[in-house]
């Protein structure tokens, strides 16, 4: 059972431009997190997904951030015209349907805005 | 709402002595409590967690760490540090979601 699926792995983009980072979550599972971590910081929650809902997007800037989980295919975290204080890592999460509390965590998109 | 605070920054030991990463947290729920460990360009990795059971947990690696609700402590340990053991380590409390703490940095030295 391949684990969560993150990419690219590093990702430069100018600033102005768009970011799109992608999360397959594991087999069988329903549920999406992202999270940031920035520079010297510890991880912070942006969203919370279902297929196709947005459950709790408390985390996410209110403006240039977007995500959503299709039907079909990955969960995509969209940053338009990013700046530098973007640049962080970002892990995806994801979890089994129904309520549970364990996450399996993707290996990160190391986002760089030069 | 919940939080987290881990109270070290930054811990240095020696390999072969004992390891204790210290994590408080609040919570108005009875919450589920996690450690994960993060290697560099590596992804998060689950070490342990508590959820209501046991009140010291067991995790991979030779690493446990004991549910304190008096002290609102789940402080991480290992008797005996390895060079590999240095990483990132967060403490991690969830009542619904996932609240982090800032992450402790461990160093191994020879």
């Known amino acids: 059972n391949a684990g969560v699926m993150q990419n690219p792995r590093h990702l430069v983009r100018r600033r102005g431009q768009e970011a799109r980072l992608r999360c397959s979550p594991m087999?069988?599972?329903?549920?999406v997190y992202w999270y940031r971590q920035l520079p010297e910081e510890g991880l912070k929650f942006m969203v919370y997904?279902?297929?196709?809902?947005?459950?709790?997007e408390s985390g996410m800037p209110k403006e240039r951030f977007s995500a959503e989980f299709p039907k079909e295919g990955p969960s995509i975290l969209r940053i338009q015209q990013v700046v530098r204080g973007d640049s962080a890592a970002y892990f995806c999460?994801?979890?089994?349907?129904?309520?549970?509390?364990?996450?399996?965590f993707g290996p990160g998109t190391r986002l760089t805005v030069t | 709402a919940q939080s987290v605070t881990q109270l070290d920054s930054h811990v240095s030991v020696s390999e072969g002595t004992p390891v204790l990463l210290r994590c408080n947290y609040s919570s108005s729920y009875s919450p589920s409590l996690f450690w994960y460990v993060q290697h560099p360009n590596k992804g998060l990795q689950l070490l342990l967690k508590y959820t209501s059971a046991a009140t010291l947990v067991k995790g991979i690696n030779g690493f446990e760490a004991e549910f304190k609700k008096s002290e609102t402590s789940f402080h991480l340990t290992k008797p005996s540090a390895h060079m590999s053991d240095a990483a990132e380590y967060f403490c991690v409390v969830s009542v619904g979601d996932m609240r982090f703490g800032a992450g402790t940095r461990l160093t191994v030295k020879p």
């Open positions: 997904l279902q297929k196709e809902n947005i459950i709790d």
């Open positions: 999460a994801s979890s089994p349907p129904g309520f549970s509390y364990e996450q399996y």
């Open positions: 087999k069988g599972h329903s549920h």
